[in-house]
């Protein structure tokens, strides 16, 4: 990859700044947190050149709210050596009801699968939307074009559409820390809550998770959000396409790695291993928070106590629960119970000599936090949901003196790459009992194969690597996004059609029908075409001068029925009939219908087996529409009948089976919508020649027309068309401004 491909300044916005403020007599001075972001951004300034032409000091701004939000900050950005920060200012009460409101007392509990904690207030949301627009104000004071503007997590969805909106041409990205939920529970949101939601991500470029699940979860709910088209992690919008991929976030692997052999660190592990004479260590650490599954981690261990007695007396478990939000009831409910858990069994196993446990509510430094993971025996990480869990990587990266063994909950993000780990389900108390014996008991040839591969992995996919991948990512998503752009039909290219269409002397048009002239309806007999629309067909019908054809999939008698009275030609059934201004209908050839006989019994077989499908059948086609029924069922009921259609015509080379929107499609492969233009073409002369239509069955069509014609796809899918438009309302305009 080349390292000169980037962008000139990086925006990051995350909720909280990551630095802490003191008032010094110069002024307020910004003290640099640790965190993974923070370093590795600052690592990525030196490996990469984040600011591109006459290689001035490398720029990275950093937007969010102060930890202590009584510190007077300036409004205006003030610089901190490699950072420029830029403060954002909220209320307190505006803080109450965006971050501990919608953002943990909603967004939190659904996206972990705690629906039940889940609380909906109205002005949650309002709170909500206010502090991301806040956010989309600061960031537009100092935004220049070139930036990429790099948004991070759940308190901040709707800030990228808010972006996008202000600055249309600016690189976003979005990355998400948590998971995303699937359709069943998002959906739980309020329609507008969600809408807006997706809405407000999907103005990024790209957006990013940890896990190809999350990202899954997050496509099937923009299908059953929206109405935008989607193929693999593409989502075409109606302004651009926008990529959902995985990014599974790392950490600075050498950092802790190489840490375990500091002098500090060593200082530390002499301290620990003195008060465990002969004794296995099981170490957590965890923030406070009932996604981390600690009761139920302390259940199994338990279980463990009491199923293998013979390791009384030779293990401790230390387990470290870091404070968080203890001042909300719910979180020091949860404390409590965890203290009298941990009495009791403590109460039932312990002896004058040895405890079970070593419970500990406080934070660790990183000399500690290395310290213990490097002696431990154990890495006790059971979640029962979280979107990565770093901890899990941490402990991998810092078994160097000891070899010790990871148990990791099929329920974290980490698991999807850590597959060496132990890997459990938290609420089995039983299955984590067997897994903390094996891993005391493992062989060290096991325990150092399985961590060779896994501290292989994370050294070659790092933070700066993960930083890096996403960058990389959201620049050839651009580069897609401008590829498409080329073809749309903007201005310029708009006024070169309408002036070649003055000056011909003889056009003729080719139009589809749905979702070329009128939107897509629930049932195709409800698409209607409107009057101003028709009144458009009609002027450009006219002029003697054109020839509109009017060429779609739809029978005869709903064309007839539309266009009835106008001077256009009629092609139904994607080019079998043709109908020339007041002249009967043409077949192309005298079909033998005998194979709807066949046929017709498992489309109608499918549509039980798919509620909302339904049969459609034509002279000389039958048609499967999907369009109304479940999304995934109807894409795994579209695979099987595909695989049906496929064998039944396997010895008939003259049939084919065609993908339309939302419908597929069984007829005869002697005929399409491109032979029927050559029908229309054959013997006649014209110098300027207008092709639209918007699903694969044009493609027939735009292959077959000269190179000299202007062919139009409407929407965002790749093409044979030399020009795109977002969607139809877009390539009325056209037509209205060829006439008007």
Known sequence: MDNNILFERLIIAAYRLPFKFTQTKSGIKAVQN?????????TLSEKFMLIAGNGNEKKIIWTGIADDMSVDLPSAAFENEQFDIVPVGISPKLNDLHYAGFSNDLLWPLFHYFPSYCVYNNDYFVGYKEVNSRFCDEIIKVAKPGDFIWVHDYQLLLLPEMIRERLPGVTIGFFLHIPFPSFELFR?????????IITGMLGADLIGFH?????????????????????QNIIYTPNKLVKADVFPIGI?????????LNENVLAEKQKILKNLPGQKLIFSVDRLDYSKGLLLRLKGYETFLEKFPEWHTKVVYNMVVVPSRDSIEKYKEMKKEIESTVGRINGQ???????????????LSFNEMVALYDVSDVGLITPLRDGMNLVAKEYVACQVENKGVLILSEMAGAAAELDDALIINPVDHNLLAEAIHTALV?????????????QHRLATYNVFTWAYDFFHQAYDTKEH???LNVKFVNNPIASQITSEYHNAHSRILFLDYDGTLVAFSKYPELAVIDRKTINIIKKISQDPKNHIVIISGRNREFLERQFKGINVTLVAEHGYFIKRGNDLWEAAFDPDLHWKETVMPVLLEYVNRCNGTFVEEKTSSIAWHYRNADSDLAQRRLHELRDDLTEIIRNKPDFEIIDGNKVLELKSGRYDKGQAANALLLNESFDFILAAGDDKTDEFLFKALPETAYTIRIGLSPSLAKF?????TIFLELLKALVS
């Not at 640790?34 to 600052?42: E, F, K, Q, R, T």
């Open 442 to 454: 493992m062989e060290p040839a096991d325990k150092h194969a399985r961590l060779e591969r896994m």
């Open 481 to 483: 996004q401008r590829m």
């Open 34 to 42: 640790s965190g993974g972001l923070v370093s590795a951004i600052l």
């Open 724 to 728: 795109n438009v977002a969607e139809f």
């Open 188 to 196: 739980l949101l309020p329609r507008y809550w969600r809408e807006s």
């Open 211 to 231: 896990t190809n699940d999350y990202t899954q979860h997050f496509i099937k709910c923009v299908k059953r959000t929206t109405i935008f088209e989607c193929h």
């Open 349 to 363: 196993y312990s002896s004058l000599a040895w405890r079970p446990i070593i419970y500990q509510y406080r934070s």
């Open 252 to 260: 600075d692997y050498d950092k802790f790695h190489n840490a375990c």
